[in-house]
């Protein structure tokens, strides 16, 4: 009679140090996991239309007078999908610009200073644009 | 023997080739320009930004907005700007191909990588061309 295993004998060959609650949580050493990952990938998908909704809107607004843009920016169709844009731009290219940071600057005060200022960069830059387009849209 | 030796330690190791040696190929160039672009787009924000907020300030905030983008150089960079949105996007697109484990052979990763160039650069020209054409010029 033999006991039932739970989960196989570690072999010499495939030995693991990670506890079986690391595995199943699957955060790795970032304690993120893939999340960065994922929500690269659902910001991107949420930027295709919006990317050709921005570029539609410099095509034809751009240069144009003040009287013109500020109307037409006051439409719910152009400020609500401007906003959106900004919201997941900002979340996108964050998420971006962190991987071209920890790809190129390895010295650790200059990397986590370098990541701070990308985190501080994307809010303020969003910020500074769902300010206007709101100023815009409940401004008299 | 000593001298076999030191002579192996000291001839040049043999390196893995790198950007500056590597034959450029469509793949490789594609992915330098996608984080390129990413990296241009990100400062491109501060136009976006600019732009509004100038919007939002009044006609004489915008008129210096309109006087700068409206030089030459301005308006390549304006040409710029959304060539590098709709490459980037392209280049996502050809991800979101990859991500599902499709076109991972050579000859779907070369047809992709020159897809999204010249869709890239055919979608820009008639973008401008059109909003040109709106406006009276052409």
């Not at chain 2, 100038?54 to 006087?67: F, K, P, R, S």
Request: aromatic share 8%.
């Amino acid at each position: 009679m033999s006991t039932p295993r739970l989960r196989p004998t570690p072999s010499p060959t495939h030995a693991s140090i990670r506890t079986p609650l690391a595995k199943v949580r699957g955060l790795g050493a970032s304690n993120e996991g893939t999340s960065h990952f994922w929500q690269q990938r659902v910001t991107a998908l949420a930027n295709i239309p919006l990317t050709i909704f921005l570029v539609w809107l410099v095509a034809r607004y751009a240069g144009a007078d003040h009287a013109t843009v500020k109307a037409a920016m006051q439409k719910p169709w152009i400020a609500i999908p401007l906003l959106l844009l900004v919201l997941s731009g900002v979340f996108h290219m964050r998420i971006g610009m962190q991987v071209i940071i920890e790809d190129y600057v390895h010295g650790e005060g200059a990397k986590v200073l370098l990541l701070a200022l990308n985190t501080f960069f994307a809010i303020a830059v969003g910020l500074t644009c769902v300010f206007a387009v709101l100023k815009l849209s409940f401004g008299t | 023997m000593a001298d076999a030796i030191s002579k192996t330690i000291t001839r040049p190791r043999p390196l893995s080739p790198h950007i500056g040696i590597y034959r450029q190929q469509i793949n490789m160039v594609m992915s330098i320009v996608h984080r390129l672009t990413g990296a241009a787009l990100y400062f491109g924000t501060l136009l976006l930004a600019w732009w509004l907020i100038a919007v939002a300030q009044g006609a004489q905030a915008l008129d210096l907005v309109n006087l700068v983008m409206g030089h030459p150089l301005g308006k390549l960079v304006l040409v710029g700007y959304t060539w590098a949105l709709l490459h980037h996007m392209f280049g996502g697109l050809r991800h979101f191909i990859w991500d599902t484990g499709r076109g991972f052979d050579l000859s779907s990763v070369n047809r992709l990588g020159w897809l999204s160039v010249i869709m890239s650069v055919l979608i820009t020209l008639a973008l401008w061309l059109g909003a040109l054409h709106l406006q009276g010029v052409l």
